[in-house]
């Protein structure tokens, strides 16, 4: 008897322990302890479910349950299509249509692991996570996180490249972000970390970076790694980018560490570019830091110690210049007249030609020479008339035009060389003051040097502070046309001011403008449509060089077309006093000269064969007649 009772009640014990689910164990020491470690349960949620436990081969038990179960542990709920609980590892794998709760989260998945130990949760095939605070999604191919424990920060991490949509604010409709990364991490409620690759889009901005950190707190956005980002017509770059976004709109941007920012009309460079945004409009951009700050837009340039630009209505409205403050203004079209060096080579070959045609050697040779030949030619026409005071006549008149020639083409000479000298100084001069601003640039590690030119291709100035006030355009900007480039309207230098510019005083005299340099302590210059129209100084001096129009002088090109028109019409027309042979041989000889002889002879009148020098200054003061 006492036999059977003890076989039934193991019989009894083997069957309870085959049949129906396993309460689960309570978990080991260790890990979980720490976590505030939960006791799991499971009840099926369908009438048509069953469960199979066997051993596995260390002799731990494993439970297959098939049919929709519901899972819970602390304030985490789990269900899936069927499960493997094993209670070796303490693990449990859900399969199939897996639905996943906790007081931060929720997740969809097709495959779940749970480690009872670490309460930490595996999600892999097509998840897809929420997080309750602010409705921030992630869809991946795997999410790692822990189960959310009072006291622990929720971390979630999703490798594989990740989607996630991320809601900067607590607003009802606010506008998320969207980014794709390596590697995606929520850390506790308000913040998004991304890694590998990041790039973030939103409709007001285009970003991209090795990393980036989002945070709900205070709309703040970190790019580091390569990054740039883009927003209202501007690009971004810098060795990282910080960016605010409270209030569903952009409203900061900084570059911080070799900052450049570029759009369609300028460029800045900087050691910190900031910009500040408001209703999707650019208002200011900054840019400063160690080194030199840089700003280009179309011909003009800027730099500085530190440069701000206020824009208004998407246009630059003023623009500050403060330490070392330079602004060019370059004119490709403009075209450089000739140097120095050409006007010496023009006049040189000028003066040679001269000296050639007026030698008085060759010139008495020939004409001698040729005397002889005239007279016999002409005489027996002339019944055989001796000519030897004509001879002698023609010579001595040929040797003082000679003569005279050499003299009035040294004066000459002379004169231009001086003109030359005086322009050469003048033009070193104003090179010398360009040059204290080079020279104080090449000191420097920073960016290459600014080349402020003297040959009039370019409007310049500095000083320790530069103030330029624009005119905008009334037009209104469209997508399709954009606003015309503002013009410049004032622009204000003060503390040891210098200026090189260029200006038409008098469009009546000539086209061309003057060239003009002006050195103050403050100096202040007004525009009408881009052009500089009047110029003030405080304690200021300077000078000015006109164009050879303006005082009636022509220019070097000029002078050398009136030289050749010239020329041409002392060799096709005679002058009317010569065109009688001399009265004194007439009345002496009582007889006229042939035509060979008369032209011979008024060929050799003095100063006849005299031709201008090109280069040089006009032999006669204007309005008088030659």
Same mark, same amino acid.
Request: charged fraction near 25%.
């Given at each position: 008897?006492?036999?059977?009772?003890?076989?039934?009640?193991?019989?009894?014990?083997?069957?309870?322990?085959?049949?129906?689910?396993?309460?689960?164990?309570?978990?080991?020491?260790?890990?979980?302890s720490a976590l505030d470690r939960c006791s799991l349960r499971w009840r099926p949620l369908e009438a048509d479910t069953r469960s199979v436990t066997n051993r596995d081969v260390t002799g731990a038990h494993v439970t297959v349950l098939s049919g929709r179960y519901l899972w819970t542990c602390g304030t985490a709920t789990m269900e899936a299509d069927s499960a493997i609980k094993r209670d070796g590892p303490r693990q449990v794998e859900l399969l199939g249509g897996v639905v996943y709760e906790d007081s931060i989260r929720t997740l969809k998945s097709e495959r779940l692991l749970y480690f009872q130990l670490s309460d930490f949760i595996i999600a892999e095939e097509n998840v897809e996570l929420v997080r309750l605070t602010d409705h921030s999604t992630l869809l991946g191919p795997r999410v790692e996180f822990l189960r959310a424990v009072s006291g622990i920060d929720a971390v979630t991490t999703?490798?594989?490249?990740?989607?996630?949509?991320?809601?900067?604010?607590?607003?009802?409709?606010?506008?998320?972000?969207?980014?794709? %990364?390596?590697?995606?991490?929520?850390?506790?409620?308000?913040?998004?970390?991304?890694?590998?690759?990041?790039?973030?889009?939103?409709?007001?901005?285009?970003?991209?970076?090795?990393?980036?950190?989002?945070?709900?707190?205070?709309?703040?956005?970190?790019?580091?790694?390569?990054?740039?980002?883009?927003?209202?017509?501007?690009?971004?770059?810098?060795?990282?980018?910080?960016?605010?976004?409270?209030?569903?709109?952009?409203?900061?941007?900084?570059?911080?560490?070799?900052?450049?920012?570029? $759009?369609?009309?300028?460029?800045?460079?900087?050691?910190?570019?900031?910009?500040?945004?408001?209703?999707?409009?650019?208002?200011?951009?900054?840019?400063?830091?160690? $080194?030199?700050?840089?700003?280009?837009?179309?011909?003009?340039?800027?730099?500085?110690? &530190?440069?701000?630009?206020?824009?208004?209505?998407?246009?630059?409205?003023?623009?500050?210049?403060?330490?070392?403050?330079?602004?060019?203004?370059?004119? %490709?079209?403009?075209?450089?007249?000739?140097?120095?060096?050409?006007?010496?080579?023009?006049?040189?070959?000028?003066? &040679?030609?001269?000296?050639?045609?007026?030698?008085?050697?060759?010139?008495?040779?020939?004409?001698?020479?040729?005397?002889?030949?005239?007279?016999?030619?002409?005489?027996?026409?002339?019944?055989?008339?001796?000519?030897?005071?004509?001879?002698?006549?023609?010579?001595?008149?040929?040797?003082?035009?000679?003569?005279?020639?050499?003299?009035?083409?040294?004066?000459?000479?002379?004169?231009?060389?001086?003109?030359?000298?005086?322009?050469?100084?003048?033009?070193?001069?104003?090179?010398?003051?360009?040059?204290?601003?080079?020279?104080?640039?090449?000191?420097?590690?920073?960016?290459?040097?600014?080349?402020?030119?003297?040959?009039? %291709?370019?409007?310049?100035?500095? $000083?320790?502070?530069?103030?330029?006030?624009?005119?905008?355009?009334?037009?209104?900007?469209?997508?399709?046309?954009?606003?015309?480039?503002?013009?410049?309207?004032?622009?204000?230098?003060?503390?040891?001011?210098?200026?090189?510019?260029?200006?038409?005083?008098? &469009?009546?005299?000539?086209?061309?403008?003057?060239?003009?340099?002006?050195?103050?302590?403050?100096?202040?210059?007004?525009?009408?449509?881009?052009?500089?129209?009047?110029?003030?100084?405080?304690?200021?001096?300077?000078?000015?060089?006109?164009?050879?129009?303006?005082?009636?002088?022509?220019?070097?090109?000029? &002078?050398?077309?009136?030289?050749?028109?010239?020329?041409?019409?002392?060799?096709?027309?005679?002058?009317?006093?010569?065109?009688?042979?001399?009265?004194?041989?007439?009345?002496?000889?009582?007889?006229?000269?042939?035509?060979?002889?008369?032209?011979?002879?008024?060929?050799?009148?003095?100063?006849?064969?005299?031709?201008?020098?090109?280069?040089?200054?006009?032999?006669?003061?204007?309005?008088?007649?030659?």
């Amino acid at each position: 008897m006492t036999r059977g009772c003890i076989g039934f009640a193991s019989c009894l014990a083997a069957a309870a322990w085959l049949a129906g689910p396993i309460v689960a164990q309570e978990p080991e020491a260790g890990v979980g302890s720490a976590l505030d470690r939960c006791s799991l349960r499971w009840r099926p949620l369908e009438a048509d479910t069953r469960s199979v436990t066997n051993r596995d081969v260390t002799g731990a038990h494993v439970t297959v349950l098939s049919g929709r179960y519901l899972w819970t542990c602390g304030t985490a709920t789990m269900e899936a299509d069927s499960a493997i609980k094993r209670d070796g590892p303490r693990q449990v794998e859900l399969l199939g249509g897996v639905v996943y709760e906790d007081s931060i989260r929720t997740l969809k998945s097709e495959r779940l692991l749970y480690f009872q130990l670490s309460d930490f949760i595996i999600a892999e095939e097509n998840v897809e996570l929420v997080r309750l605070t602010d409705h921030s999604t992630l869809l991946g191919p795997r999410v790692e996180f822990l189960r959310a424990v009072s006291g622990i920060d929720a971390v979630t991490t999703a490798p594989g490249r990740p989607t996630v949509t991320f809601y900067p604010t607590n607003t009802e409709s606010p506008e998320p972000f969207e980014i794709e %990364s390596e590697l995606a991490i929520f850390a506790g409620e308000d913040e998004a970390r991304f890694y590998g690759d990041a790039v973030i889009a939103r409709s007001d901005l285009n970003a991209q970076a090795d990393s980036a950190m989002l945070t709900r707190a205070d709309g703040l956005g970190v790019l580091w790694g390569e990054p740039w980002i883009e927003a209202e017509g501007i690009r971004l770059e810098g060795d990282s980018i910080r960016f605010v976004s409270q209030n569903e709109e952009l409203e900061e941007i900084h570059a911080i560490g070799d900052g450049y920012a570029s $759009g369609e009309r300028f460029e800045v460079a900087a050691e910190l570019v900031d910009i500040d945004l408001a209703n999707r409009e650019v208002e200011q951009v900054q840019a400063h830091g160690e $080194g030199v700050s840089r700003a280009l837009s179309g011909s003009h340039e800027l730099r500085g110690d &530190s440069i701000h630009f206020v824009m208004y209505a998407g246009q630059i409205d003023t623009a500050y210049a403060v330490g070392s403050a330079v602004a060019v203004q370059r004119d %490709s079209s403009w075209a450089v007249p000739p140097g120095p060096e050409a006007a010496v080579g023009d006049s040189a070959a000028a003066d &040679s030609t001269a000296t050639d045609t007026t030698t008085p050697d060759s010139t008495a040779t020939d004409t001698t020479a040729a005397a002889p030949d005239t007279t016999a030619a002409a005489a027996p026409d002339t019944a055989a008339v001796p000519a030897p005071d004509t001879v002698a006549a023609a010579a001595q008149d040929t040797v003082a035009a000679a003569a005279q020639d050499t003299v009035a083409a040294a004066t000459q000479d002379t004169v231009a060389a001086a003109t030359r000298d005086t322009a050469a100084a003048a033009q070193d001069t104003a090179a010398a003051a360009a040059s204290n601003t080079t020279e104080a640039e090449a000191d420097d590690d920073g960016p290459a040097e600014i080349e402020l030119p003297t040959d009039g %291709s370019a409007n310049w100035a500095r $000083g320790d502070t530069l103030i330029a006030v624009f005119e905008r355009s009334a037009a209104p900007a469209t997508d399709s046309v954009p606003a015309p480039d503002p013009f410049m309207q004032q622009l204000v230098l003060d503390g040891n001011a210098s200026a090189f510019y260029r200006m038409v005083r008098d &469009s009546t005299t000539s086209a061309r403008p003057s060239l003009n340099y002006l050195v103050a302590r403050r100096i202040q210059v007004d525009f009408e449509a881009g052009e500089p129209t009047g110029v003030e100084g405080e304690h200021a001096i300077g000078a000015y060089l006109e164009p050879r129009e303006a005082f009636g002088t022509p220019s070097p090109a000029d &002078s050398a077309a009136v030289a050749d028109s010239a020329a041409v019409a002392d060799s096709t027309t005679a002058p009317p006093d010569t065109v009688a042979a001399p009265p004194d041989t007439v009345s002496r000889r009582g007889h006229s000269r042939s035509p060979d002889v008369q032209l011979a002879l008024r060929n050799r009148q003095p100063g006849r064969e005299r031709r201008a020098t090109p280069g040089a200054l006009p032999a006669l003061r204007p309005g008088r007649s030659r």
